[in-house]
């Protein structure tokens, strides 16, 4: 079994009269060890999509299966498992707490998972050190520059060892050069045998990752390009 | 989340708040310390009261007074002699619930020691009259039957009264000496311990000044009339002030009615057995005609805790009706502090936290201000009945028991408790992408 399998996965919003469909009929399945980019335009519902798969929401229509586990109608508390248990995320924002430092960050989900308090800090301080910031371990965040906030979030994301890392427009509030040492981390991380998927709208961005999943008005239009893996995604259904 | 992690988190963020914490925990300050305060000063007042009424006598000490005889009485009122010693007599022979009795006459005159001078109410009594009014013989001794018998001119003083008239020795214990009363020389056989309340004599004691002082700076004591004690014989008394009564040059013939009569029943519980004997005894020495009644303390006694139950009621209401806007107050501020912390709850939803841990982490924070709110409440509490202390010159110190501390801490974190559920429950209602997309 796949490590994430949508089928036939639609998100609807409802704003007054209006009606959205963020996400319109998805299929797609992504497998252990894949890094894959979900890639596409504003609005195309790239954000939702990666939602739906980090257990952040659940669908109105269809299946999502998350490492055996179906997703799609779980409750709260069950989802909030998942999220802490398998899955990482990384923001273009960051999100980091500002009142703690980086050991406190890093131990944040930690504290979900009921990890005893020296072993919290002993696996901070290994993620911590593998991004490479031990020598900022006890700086709050605003003591640090994007770039060493989005390595603290990367170590958050992974210090409870999850199956798969979401990143979403991860290097969107950074230069070029930390954004690609930003990529290098992913690329490492890859390489190790860890799950990512990659939100972006930027196609050089999304050429990191060997997989590409493009999404447009909520719809998966393409296969990727160049490598993949694996079972692939139904052609595009034509309109 | 273990709950040591919430309630450091939780400490963490009013800490980081200082100014605003405490402007939140202000109501709840007040409130725990006007609580706590008007329970203090209700207390101590209840039991200045109780202790002085100890001192006076208690519930069982009852006094049978004169009264006017009524209308359709009038004309058997001579037929009746007024309490007299014989009454007394009776009563000590004939009523089971009566303990001890004293009838007494007094008189108000000049007490002249060398050239120092002094008025004061002397009385005539019979040796019950010590314990009955609750006096303690502590040097010397009482007066008795004998001194009575014979009609011995024998004097117990008070100790303020030897502060007056031996000034230059306020401390001396003048057994034997002699006072001059109202012209005639008394021997003192006895001396009264010095009257006063716990707390000037626990300080006394201690070698300090008297806790309770006036403004001027002069040791107070609300026990002077008891202080200012002289008793005498009661047939001494009788010769020297009643037997005769010239009225210009003609002797009227001597005066048996007395001034008083105090009986002290067997126990507290007995007092009215004790009134019903006494009475049913003196409407036949009476012949029958109603010129006596009862003064007793046990209204007062009943009305002691009527009104430090009221005050207490009266003053914790209006102190809880503080304590409880102090709670709006943290709903108020709590609810703000979530809007802010939107994202914070969006990071935590999406790092595992179920919306009981945000629950928790909201409740625990409004609890842990009601808790600080409510030490610090305690401290100002302590801070103003000390204050209170200082510039009292009243005789009821602010007495602060466990259980008044107990019940206004317990209202503050109970207040902190609820004033967070709606904020807790409003923050983990908060959908994990709606919180993150904030901001
Ligand atoms: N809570 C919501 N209510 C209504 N509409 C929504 C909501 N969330 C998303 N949408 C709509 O769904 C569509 C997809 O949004 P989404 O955030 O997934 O886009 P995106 O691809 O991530 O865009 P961007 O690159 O700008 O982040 C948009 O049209 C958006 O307006
Ligand atoms: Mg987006």
């Not at chain 2, 706590?36 to 001192?55: I, N, P, V």
């Not at chain 2, 009852?62 to 007394?88: C, F, H, K, Y």
């Not at chain 2, 006895?190 to 300090?208: C, H, P, T, V």
């Not at chain 2, 009225?247 to 007395?258: A, C, E, H, T, Y």
Request: hydrophobic fraction near 40%; glycine fraction near 8%.
């Amino acid at each position: 079994m796949a490590l994430i399998e949508l089928r036939e996965v639609t998100k609807r919003y409802r704003v007054g009269e209006q009606e959205i469909r963020a996400l319109d009929g998805i299929d797609l399945t992504i497998e252990q060890g894949e890094y894959a980019a979900i890639i596409g335009p504003s609005g195309s519902g790239k954000s939702t999509l990666m939602h739906l798969l980090g257990c952040l929401d659940t669908p109105t229509t269809g299946k999502v299966v998350i490492d055996g586990v179906d997703v799609s109608s779980a409750t709260d508390g069950r989802l909030a498992e998942m999220r802490n248990e398998k899955i990482g995320f990384v923001f273009q924002s960051f999100n980091l707490l500002g009142k703690f430092n980086v050991l406190e960050n890093v131990e944040l989900p930690m504290i979900y998972t009921g990890v005893s308090k020296k072993e919290r800090r002993d696996r901070a301080i290994a993620a911590v050190e593998r991004v490479g910031l031990m020598d900022r371990a006890k700086n709050t965040p605003l003591q640090l520059s994007g770039g060493q906030m989005q390595r603290v979030a990367i170590a958050r994301a992974l210090v409870n060892d999850p199956k798969i890392v979401f990143a979403d427009e991860p290097t969107g509030n950074l230069d070029s050069t930390t954004g690609a040492s930003i990529l290098q981390l992913f690329r490492e991380l890859s390489e190790q045998g860890r799950t990512i998927v990659l939100v972006t709208h930027d196609s050089e961005i999304a050429d990191n990752a060997p997989r590409r999943i493009e999404i447009r008005d909520g719809k998966i239009v393409n296969r990727a390009a160049g490598f993949q893996s694996g079972i692939h995604t139904p052609p595009p259904p034509t309109a | 989340m273990n709950f040591a992690n919430s309630l450091a988190v939780g400490i963490r963020e009013i800490w980081s708040h200082k100014f605003r914490s405490f402007l939140t925990m202000l109501g709840v300050i007040l409130g725990v310390a006007s609580l706590l305060s008007t329970f203090a000063l209700t207390d101590g007042m209840a039991k200045a009261s109780r202790e002085y009424m100890t001192q006076m006598g208690g519930v069982e000490r009852v006094n049978v007074i004169a009264q006017e005889v009524p209308q359709e009485q009038l004309l058997l009122a001579d037929t009746s002699r007024g309490r007299t010693v014989e009454d007394a007599e009776l009563i000590q022979r004939a009523a089971k619930h009566v303990s001890l009795v004293t009838p007494w006459y007094t008189q108000f005159v000049p007490l002249v020691r060398k050239s120092e001078r002094l008025r004061a109410y002397i009385y005539g009594v019979w040796p019950d009259y010590v314990p009955i009014n609750r006096h303690t013989v502590e040097f010397g001794r009482n007066i008795t039957q004998t001194d009575l018998d014979e009609g011995r001119a024998v004097c117990v003083i008070g100790t303020r009264v030897i502060e007056q008239l031996w000034p230059e020795k306020p401390n001396a214990k003048p057994l034997g000496e002699t006072l001059t009363i109202n012209g005639k020389p008394f021997k003192i056989i006895g001396i009264f311990q010095l009257y006063e309340n716990e707390d000037n004599r626990i300080a006394r004691l201690k070698g300090k000044k008297p806790v309770l002082t006036t403004r001027k700076g002069k040791s107070y004591n609300p026990y002077t009339t008891k202080n200012t004690a002289v008793i005498i014989p009661l047939t001494t008394f009788y010769y020297e002030y009643r037997a005769a009564n010239i009225v210009g040059v003609v002797d009227q013939g001597p005066i048996p009615k007395l001034d008083g009569l105090t009986i002290q029943a067997t126990d507290p519980e007995h007092v009215q057995d004790a009134i019903d004997e006494v009475s049913s005894l003196l409407t036949q020495t009476h012949r029958g005609v109603d010129d006596f009644t009862f003064d007793t303390r046990q209204e007062l006694a009943e009305s002691i805790e009527k009104t430090a139950h009221n005050t207490r009621l009266t003053g914790g209401l209006i102190a809880g009706i503080s304590l409880i806007v102090g709670g709006i107050g943290i709903t108020n501020i709590m609810l703000a502090s979530i809007t802010e912390r939107i994202r914070e709850i969006g990071v935590r939803r999406a790092v595992g936290a179920k919306s009981g841990h945000i629950f928790t982490q909201i409740l625990v924070e409004s609890t842990v201000v009601g808790i600080i709110g409510g030490v610090l409440g305690l401290v100002a509490a302590l801070g103003m009945t000390h204050l209170i202390k200082f510039t009292t010159d009243g005789a009821s110190l602010p007495v602060i028991q466990t259980a008044s501390v107990a019940l206004s801490f317990g209202f503050a974190v109970l207040i902190g408790v609820l004033s967070g559920i709606y904020p807790a429950w409003t923050a983990s209602r908060i959908a994990p992408i709606e919180a993150l997309r904030y901001g």
